[in-house]
């Protein structure tokens, strides 16, 4: 399908394929405080039913985070994380039957989580924020995604300024990509995310948007996180659970320019949108459809 050469991304329990159809990872904030669903998946319960609810509407893998990322919040302390997921792991480790992604910073979530079922660690801080998860991730054989983000979520938006948008986002994502490798975590084993919205105006969101493909070739593929941003809402003014179609122009995009994996929100309505896209490259044999600058 399309023009994309096969790929595969390893992770703790076997491999997802890239370069064909569009992958999903679909997000479960068991959090009080998440910009559009904080609160809603908190409990246990709730958060191992919503797991349950995007596989079935066909996400391929899904993202657990107990700490919101959003401008300006604090860190959670690995600890009040941890009790937020393992009794979600618990369940879903023998619920699911797609790979489970862990969204922390901390090694110790990472230690534990992985060796409760998870496959993959999301990291947003490319591996900056604690010096022992790479290490981590490497004795355990995980997946990971690394992330590109100046500072922290708490002070991320104060410096956007940059010389070369791409140039330097994609050279701190190689320097991520090079703390793995001296840990043991091979190119196959690692996305890189340019970090839409983290540290980053609406502009510079849309031009990585349309160079996702400058950053193919770090790792195995391009993970990209669009949904319910503010920068999808620019025009209509809309709150974060109320961003569907500003979300829905923006997975288009992303799946156009490069992007292997989209994270979402709303994994059945966005799956309507990756198909048809994958389905046009399909048909038209890729003339087209990854589009070129």
């Not at 983290?198 to 949904?227: D, M, T, W, Y």
């Not at 994996?261 to 990756?274: F, G, K, L, P, T």
Request: charged share 20%.
């Amino acid at each position: 399908m399309g023009t994309d050469p096969p790929r595969i991304w390893r992770h703790r329990f076997g491999e997802l394929p890239l370069g064909g159809r569009t992958l999903l990872m679909g997000i479960v904030n068991v959090t009080p405080d998440s910009f559009s669903d904080g609160g809603q998946f908190v409990d246990a319960e709730s958060a191992v039913a919503h797991a349950l609810r995007l596989q079935s509407e066909g996400a391929d893998l899904v993202d657990l985070g107990a700490e919101s990322t959003r401008p300006g919040s604090s860190a959670v302390p690995p600890d009040v994380q941890l009790d937020r997921l393992l009794p979600v792991m618990r369940v879903l480790r023998d619920a699911l039957r797609i790979p489970i992604s862990i969204d922390t910073t901390r090694s110790e979530v990472a230690r534990q989580t992985l060796s409760m079922g998870a496959a993959i660690i999301n990291d947003v801080s490319g591996f900056g924020a604690d010096s022992e998860l790479a290490q981590v991730c490497g004795a355990l054989g995980a997946g990971v995604v690394v992330m590109h983000m100046r500072g922290t979520p708490a002070d991320m938006q104060r410096n956007t300024d940059y010389d070369d948008l791409i140039g330097e986002v994609r050279a701190g994502l190689s320097r991520s990509v090079g703390v793995g490798e001296a840990h043991g975590i091979t190119p196959e084993h690692i996305v890189v995310d340019p970090g839409i919205g983290f540290g980053k105006s609406f502009e510079q969101n849309h031009l990585l948007i349309g160079q996702l493909r400058a950053f193919r070739g770090l790792g195995a593929g391009v993970l990209a996180g669009p949904s319910r941003k503010a920068f999808t809402a620019e025009f209509s003014g809309r709150l974060g659970g109320q961003r569907q179609f500003g979300t829905a122009a923006a997975v288009a995009l992303c799946a156009l320019r490069g992007a292997d994996i989209i994270r979402v929100h709303d994994v059945a309505e966005m799956r309507e949108v990756v198909q048809l896209i994958d389905r046009n490259r399909e048909v038209t044999g890729g003339v087209g459809s990854r589009i070129q600058d």
